[in-house]
């Protein structure tokens, strides 16, 4: 996997700068030096060492985008990345929180079983004591 990083770009230009300048020293040099001994009609103009800089500006221009781009996308994906664990991380707290409520609930449900059964078992004890008292009352009366 190829990593790049925003220094090294920049590294990378800087060494590419240097040689286009000091290829572009060495062609001043050449025009100074033909101009000083006079020989300027016999001078021929040598297009090879601006081609090679055209090549390498040109080159270094779309590397230099590309790699802009791929380290835009990677930030990008890293944003994303981040957001996706923030969301994945509250969907947890969430699950647990969750979990909490069920159990809660469950045990609520149970203590209002236990108080249902108890509810029912008291109304039968009230009704039997009911009928105690009303049979009791009855064979007073008789």
């Known amino acids: 996997m190829l990593m790049i990083t925003q220094d090294q770009i920049k590294f990378m230009r800087e060494k590419e700068l240097n040689a286009i300048f000091g290829k572009t ?20 103009f040598d297009a090879e060492p601006v081609n090679q800089i055209k090549e390498i500006v040109g080159n270094d221009k779309e590397d230099s985008d590309t790699i802009e781009n791929d380290i835009q996308r990677l930030e990008s994906l890293r944003n994303v990345h981040e957001d996706s664990a923030e969301i994945f991380n509250k969907i947890k707290a969430l699950q647990q929180s969750q979990a ?12 209002l079983q236990y108080v249902k059964d108890s509810l029912q078992e008291n109304v039968s004890i009230i009704k039997e004591n009911m009928e105690n008292i009303k049979a009791r009352i009855s064979k007073l009366k008789s």
Do not use: C, P, T, W
């Open 100 to 111: 909490n409520m069920i159990s809660g609930l469950k045990e609520d449900k149970d203590s």
């Open 25 to 44: 020293r060495k062609l001043f040099k050449h025009i100074l030096e033909a101009q000083e001994s006079k020989e300027m009609e016999e001078l021929v």
